[in-house]
Nanobody
């Protein structure tokens, strides 16, 4: 199994920046991709960005050009650099890993970290 721990959330004014980090432990060799999801107040959880083992990256349209996802495979960490933050970015941000376990793909989740953007 893979354990994920997020850090770096907080309160920031609109236009500001934050950096989220996710540390993976356990069966990290089974990770096929990692990503960030978020769930805003009264909203469903949505994908923010994904980075695959081959380096491919996908972003949700509203964060393109503002957020940057990266991985350090040597340290088993992933980061999300968030710039030009908007109040609508306010959400709990979750670290996600897709792992291959017994020939099935499964999702592992962190506990979440709160990001609040004030206007």
């Amino acid at each position: 199994q893979v354990q994920l721990v997020e850090s770096g959330g907080g309160l920031v004014q609109a236009g500001g920046s934050l950096r989220l980090s996710c540390a993976a432990s356990g069966s990290v060799f089974s990770i096929r991709s990692m990503g960030w999801y978020r769930q805003g107040p009264g909203k469903q959880r949505e994908l923010v960005a994904t980075i695959f083992n081959d380096g491919d990256i996908n972003y949700e349209d509203s964060v393109k050009g503002r957020f940057t996802i990266s991985r350090d495979n040597a340290k088993n960490t992933m980061s999300l650099h968030m710039n030009s933050l908007k109040p609508e970015d306010t959400a709990v941000y979750y670290c996600n890993a897709v792992v291959l376990r017994q020939m099935n793909l499964e999702a592992s989740w962190g506990q979440g970290t709160q990001v609040t953007v004030s206007s």
